[in-house]
């Protein structure tokens, strides 16, 4: 097994590429913190973990608000006693708006949800990595963070363009005990997907639209979370050991 008796802390854990993390961590021998506000899916995540035999537990958290974030961090080591992996991975679509017409509540759900959440996180996770001497932190960012494609979508790419570049900061700051690496996807099938891309889906119907999608991809499918759980893997185990700073594309090669 890659991780272990590693704690490992995912946020937005009970549903899509988080979900998927959390089942493969636990798999690995991990025990998982479920970080979410959702406390259905969380509930039932860490379930089908136990089932199975593996240790998750739920905490209720909204990583925008720092005392929600401080919170998660205390559950965190009452129940497990550390934290070895953080996996920032909570975040929030944008409602498709020309920039003209972008409310600024609109941008500040998007950037808090995708960019301040990850520093708050990291603030009160990085003290107790330090005491621990390591820690790998690993991020989720964005293909639109990189190549924005298509319009109306400004607050949600450059939110991901500014978790990548967060990604850099902190791995140069952090080092040499703590790793802070980010992936980027391309389109997953999951609710936030089907949420970002309801207006093409309600034109062409979800089966068209997956499909005009799929012939972009080099790879010529759609990722799964599942794709994007085995490389929050790699870089939470020791075998990326010297991996820091890196932004690792899942895309099928729709970036090249
Ligand atoms: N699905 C895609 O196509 C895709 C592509 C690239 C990047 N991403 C990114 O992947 C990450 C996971 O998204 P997903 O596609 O699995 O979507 P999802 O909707 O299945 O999961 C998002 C999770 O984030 C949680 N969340 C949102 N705001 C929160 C808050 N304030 N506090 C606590 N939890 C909160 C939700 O409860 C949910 O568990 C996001 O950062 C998203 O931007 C998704």
Redesign the pocket.
């Known amino acids: 097994m890659r991780l272990t008796n590693k704690v490992a802390i995912i ?10 993390c959390a089942y493969l961590f636990a798999q690995e021998g991990a025990k998982v913190v479920i ?4 406390v259905t ?2 509930e039932a995540t860490v379930a089908a973990i136990k089932n199975k035999g593996g240790e998750a537990i739920f905490v209720q ?5 720092a005392q ?1 974030v401080a919170q998660l961090v205390q559950k965190t080591l009452k129940a497990f006693g550390r934290v070895a992996v953080l996996f920032n ?5 944008q409602k498709p708006s020309p920039i003209e017409k972008m409310e600024e509540a609109e941008w500040d759900k998007v950037y ?3 960019v301040k ?1 990850i520093f708050l996180v990291t603030k009160y996770a990085v003290p107790e990595m330090k005491k621990a001497g390591s820690g790998s932190i690993i991020n ?5 963070g990189v190549r924005p494609r298509g319009p109306n979508q400004t607050a ?1 790419c450059s939110s ?1 363009g500014a ?1 990548i570049a967060l990604t850099k900061a902190l791995a140069v700051e952090l080092a040499p005990q703590i790793r802070v690496n980010c ?11 089907r ?2 891309s309801a207006e093409k889906i309600k034109e062409t119907g979800w089966a068209e639209f997956k499909r005009g999608y799929e012939s972009l991809v080099p790879l010529k499918r759609m ?1 799964t ?1 599942e794709d ?1 759980a085995y490389g929050a893997l790699y870089l939470a185990s020791e075998e990326s050991a010297m991996l820091t700073g890196v932004c690792l594309p899942i895309d099928g090669g729709l970036g090249i």
């Open positions: 946020t937005g854990g009970g549903s899509g590429i988080g979900q998927a970080a979410q506000r959702t899916t969380g958290t909204d990583v925008t608000s929600s991975n909570a975040g929030s679509e808090d949800a995708n959440s989720t960012a964005s293909l639109l949600y991901k978790v992936l980027y996807p391309t389109l997953v099938d999951t609710p936030l997907a949420r970002a990722a979370p994007v």
